[in-house]
């Protein structure tokens, strides 16, 4: 009988959490991928990209991410400069022809409160994949005029270029090994 109870407990309380998580999709309006690493140890280079859809399952009412799987076109890059842009998707920095994508895929989200959290998950670029942290601050969640929830968010993290094998043959001296991370976005409810 305890047993019957506690797999009725866990289901009614898997079923209930599933309930409020919600399909959103990006507003690319409203939404940003961008970097920053340091160039000659002297200033920053900034870029975003273009190209880029998420899959987010977000529970509004908890505030607190379910799932959220990134997926980044490499061609879009933008740093300002063409010739730039072109030479990052050679082979000595994001493999773009045999790795066109850069891949996000949260593995668990971390509530600290209902403006802040922490978001792991499996970071690849140009082939290697590992695991990262980036810090969440939900901005809120409103209804719009149609119904539907808009919720704004903001994601930073820090990599190493050297984690992932990027950009071998250049040193620290000329193209920094810190790479900060910047996603500011909304997303409608589906």
């Known amino acids: 009988m305890k047993k019957l109870f506690f797999s009725s407990l ?34 920053n280079v900034n870029g975003n990209f273009k190209d880029y859809d998420a899959t987010i399952d977000f529970d509004s009412a908890n505030f607190e991410f379910k799932k959220l799987q990134a997926n980044i076109k490499v061609a879009s890059i933008n740093t300002e400069n063409k010739a730039r842009d072109a030479h990052l998707q050679q082979d000595d920095f994001f493999k773009a022809k045999a790795h066109p994508n850069i891949t996000f895929t949260m593995s668990k989200y971390e509530k600290i409160s209902n403006e802040k959290g922490k978001m792991y998950g499996a970071l690849n670029i140009a082939g290697v994949s590992k695991d990262i942290v980036l810090e969440t601050e939900i901005g809120g969640v409103i209804k719009t005029d149609s119904g539907k929830e808009k919720a704004g968010f903001t994601l930073q ?34």
Do not use: C, Y
Not at 162 to 186: H, K
């Open 157 to 190: 993290g820090q990599i190493k270029r050297s984690d992932f094998n990027f950009a071998p043959d250049t040193t620290s001296l000329t193209l920094g090994d810190e790479v900060q991370i910047n996603i500011e976005a909304e997303i409608n409810e589906k």
């Open 10 to 43: 866990v289901a009614v309380s898997i079923l209930t959490s599933a309930t409020f998580a919600k399909d959103f999709s990006l507003d690319k309006a409203h939404t940003s991928v961008a970097f920053k690493i340091k160039h000659l140890q002297i200033s």
